[in-house]
T-cell receptor
Framework: AQSVTQLDSQVPVFEEAPVELRCNYSSSVSVYLFWYVQYPNQGLQLLLKYLSGSTLVKGINGFEAEFNKSQTSFHLRKPSVHISDTAEYFCAVIHMNTGFQKLVFGTGTRLLVSP | DAGVTQSPTHLIKTRGQHVTLRCSPISGHKSVSWYQQVLGQGPQFIFQYYEKEERGRGNFPDRFSARQFPNYSSELNVNALLLGDSALYLC????????????FGPGTRLTVT
């Protein structure tokens, strides 16, 4: 089965500390990879995407992610978090053989930043 | 510039009723996709429409249908509502069919009682 796994349902962290949100995927074909953020009572905002090229991808708000094909992972990192980063983060893939823009999402990781 | 807009914001319906949700894409975007997000889960793909034609469909029953209009806005229709249809319904738009950068609207919160 083709799926996206976010192992951590919740990650508590103190302000200005580094954070890593983990994402693994399973697929028999190549994929495009995405991270989205969802603030309370809002829609999803694209943080970053990997389509091809450099495996280290930089996104908005100081986030970055690294595509590791051998480990089928696409972990999201930020060196120093702010209170305002508190939100739900979703990893997603598009399988290249799908033929249309079907994003397959993980179950999400809630990032809780405290002072 | 206006982002993706959806209406209504909230909706309460009774089991067995029908509902229509509306989405206006970002100006110039021709592709619209619909997702269902049940509380505590990631969004699930329902449909993608491009140039008024259905281009992709997720694993949802035939009670779910959609259409896209000449101005690229879209409607999602759900018939014979079930309690399990209670969710946040998200619309996303993109420039073209193969443009993988999707922009999401704020969603419509549907509660079925």
């Amino acid at each position: 089965a083709q799926s996206v796994t976010q192992l951590d349902s919740q990650v508590p962290v103190f302000e200005e500390a580094p954070v890593e949100l983990r994402c693994n995927y399973s697929s028999s074909v190549s994929v495009y990879l995405f991270w989205y953020v969802q603030y309370p009572n809002q829609g999803l905002q694209l943080l970053l995407k990997y389509l091809s090229g450099s495996t280290l991808v930089k996104g908005i708000n100081g986030f970055e992610a690294e595509f590791n094909k051998s480990q089928t992972s696409f972990h999201l990192r930020k060196p120093s978090v702010h209170i305002s980063d508190t939100a739900e983060y979703f990893c997603a893939v598009i399988h290249m053989n799908t033929g249309f823009q079907k994003l397959v999402f993980g179950t999400g990781t809630r990032l809780l930043v405290s002072p | 510039d206006a982002g993706v807009t959806q209406s209504p914001t909230h909706l309460i319906k009774t089991r067995g009723q029908h509902v229509t949700l509306r989405c206006s894409p970002i100006s110039g975007h021709k592709s619209v996709s619909w997702y269902q997000q049940v509380l505590g889960q990631g969004p699930q793909f329902i449909f993608q429409y491009y140039e008024k034609e259905e281009r992709g469909r997720g694993n949802f029953p035939d009670r779910f249908s959609a259409r896209q209009f000449p101005n690229y806005s879209s409607e999602l229709n759900v018939n014979a509502l079930l309690l399990g249809d209670s969710a946040l319904y998200l619309c996303a738009s993109s420039l073209a069919f193969a443009d993988y950068e999707q922009y999401f609207g704020p969603g419509t919160r549907l509660t079925v009682t």
